[in-house]
């Protein structure tokens, strides 16, 4: 097996007398694919936060690309891309602009950086449109070039905050298949929520389910389903994590509410 460039050990978030992330510990071999999924409030966002330098931990271990994110935050942010589930293009500037901007931040030298940017629109068909205002993308093209704009400084790791909601059954399909190419040529290891189980079966090497904060399982989607009795990972997903519907509001009331009495102490 490969070199674990993600390695989570006992690691807790608290917000106040709340837990949103109960003493987890997983790993992510170099080159995987790995989905981390839960039902809505189950702990996924607060530990990629943590993952990505935004979130400090309560107690436990992070190690991201042999760094600690609480310690070492500017080389682990060298060190992966990110797409939020929220857009986050500049609407008022050009798909090249875009581009251009992130890859400065990133102090990428401008001669490697314009071969990068042609060479990340290739890959995402956006080429032709670069000189477009992202304004004027479909949402689809938006996703696209965020994920363009991700990977202009070479990241080892692509952490994909649920990429491709709300998009239509054909655009999923397309960024999945410029995914996986990177993946298979460039060794680029993704770390992806989603609540599309399809998706998983089709791309995710392993699995890790959260609900409540705790890990529940960590294996193949195939040993999932196997070990759960079930038809497919959909099926899996629900016996592990209960047919009731979540209402990630409520939870996130409560993390403000306890973070609002701790402000006033």
């Known amino acids: 097996m490969a070199e674990s460039i993600i390695t989570v050990k006992n690691l807790t978030k608290k917000f ?3 837990t949103a992330v109960d003493d987890i510990s997983f ?3 170099q080159g995987e694919i790995f989905a981390f999924l839960g039902p809505n409030g189950a702990g996924k966002t607060t ?3 943590m993952l990505t330098t935004l979130l400090h931990p309560t107690s436990g271990g992070i190690s991201v690309s042999g760094a600690d994110p609480k310690k070492q935050q500017n080389e682990v942010r060298h060190s992966f891309g990110i797409v939020f589930q929220d857009p986050s293009v500049d609407d008022e500037l050009t798909a090249f602009e875009n581009m251009e ?6 102090n990428v030298e401008k001669k490697l950086r314009r071969q990068r940017i042609e060479q990340m629109f290739k890959l995402v068909n956006l080429w032709d449109r670069r000189d477009e205002l992202a304004k004027n ?3 689809g093209m938006k996703r696209r070039l965020e994920i363009a704009r991700s990977l202009i400084h070479r990241p080892k790791i692509l952490f994909l905050d649920e990429p491709t909601v709300g998009l239509d059954p054909q655009t999923r399909n397309h960024i999945w298949d410029y995914l996986r190419q ?3 040529t460039e060794g680029l290891t993704i ?6 189980m399809e998706e998983v079966e089709k791309t995710a090497d392993r699995v890790a389910i959260i609900d409540h904060g705790k890990i529940l399982t960590q294996k193949s989607p195939t040993e999932i389903i196997a070990e759960n009795n079930a038809k497919s990972l959909e099926e899996a997903f629900l016996n ?3 047919k009731t519907i979540r209402d990630e509001s409520s939870n996130a009331m409560d993390r403000l509410r306890t973070q609002r009495k701790m402000w006033r102490r």
């Open 16 to 18: 106040g007398d709340f």
């Open 27 to 29: 790993f992510v071999p």
């Open 47 to 49: 530990t990629i936060k």
């Open 101 to 106: 901007f992130h890859g400065v931040l990133y």
């Open 137 to 139: 993308f479909s949402g």
């Open 182 to 184: 990177l993946n298979k």
């Open 191 to 196: 770390f992806f929520t989603t609540h599309y």
């Open 240 to 242: 592990l994590t209960g």
